[in-house]
């Protein structure tokens, strides 16, 4: 039962992006600026929530595409390509 495995090692290496708030940052200001067209009234103007949340809105796109940015740069430029092994004979269904 304890037959030694041979494993080879991962093909590719997988980096994941960094943790960020933009997302947050972007649904609450896209949140404001349509809550700002309903919110006429409500102690200032409607279209000052709306202006206020395409600003930040605007801010937290800025932050996404620099975030995108920087971790496409941040990759290395070559990996050590493996292709997948292929099988010597071709493949035949089963006669049944």
């Not at 290496?13 to 067209?37: D, E, K, N, V």
């Not at 975030?67 to 092994?85: C, H, M, N």
Request: proline share 10%; glycine share 12%.
């Amino acid at each position: 039962m304890s037959a030694k495995r041979n494993v080879p090692e991962p093909g590719e290496q997988i980096y994941s992006p960094r943790p960020s708030w933009a997302p947050a940052f972007f649904a609450f200001g896209l949140a404001l600026a349509i809550c700002g067209i309903y919110a006429e009234g409500f102690m200032v103007r409607g279209w000052i929530y709306s202006i206020i949340g395409l600003v930040v809105v605007l801010a937290a796109v800025r932050g996404l595409v620099r975030g995108g940015v920087r971790d496409f740069y941040r990759l290395p430029r070559k990996q050590k390509v493996r292709g997948a092994v292929l099988p010597i004979e071709p493949i035949k269904p089963p006669r049944g």
